[in-house]
């Protein structure tokens, strides 16, 4: 059976994330377990949905991925205050951190891709009307 998730590397880092992180709020101390790891676990997951839906609809790219920047960041902070509430240890905050990272660097990638060739196109488009 094939494997059906993108293998882009975006998507593969996000879905070990994911595959990282679900579990991990589900360790949650019981008073933060329905509010802090609940949020956390369904912001993760709209964050893949938003890039999944950013190849799915290449008309919305641009929207798409700039909305999951801003999640990305939000993830950031939800993360953070986990670790400062005590819901995750020192070793667990810095892993996350260098996961998010490398995946902010793969959404800033793309970014820089996509204008790029937006500006390539625009480029084409003016010389063919000269």
């Given amino acids: 059976m094939t494997d059906p998730r993108p293998q882009s590397p975006i998507f593969i880092k996000t879905y070990d994330f994911l595959l990282w992180l679900i579990p991990l709020t589900l360790k949650f101390p019981k008073s933060q377990r329905f509010l802090l790891a609940e ?9 893949y949905d938003l890039i999944l839906d950013a190849v799915m609809e290449p008309e919305h790219q641009d ?3 700039d909305a999951a920047d801003k ?3 939000k993830i950031r ?8 509430l005590h819901c995750i240890s020192p070793g667990q905050f810095q892993h996350a951190a260098r996961q ?9 990638g793309w ?3 996509r204008a790029n060739e937006q500006g390539e196109a625009k480029r084409e488009r003016q010389a063919a009307a000269t």
């Fill in 39 to 47: 949020r956390l676990g369904k912001m993760a997951l709209a964050f």
């Fill in 63 to 65: 929207e798409r991925l």
């Fill in 71 to 73: 999640l990305l960041t």
């Fill in 77 to 84: 902070l939800y993360v953070r205050l986990s670790y400062d």
């Fill in 100 to 108: 998010m990272d490398e995946i902010g660097r793969l959404i800033g």
């Fill in 111 to 113: 970014k820089r891709k």
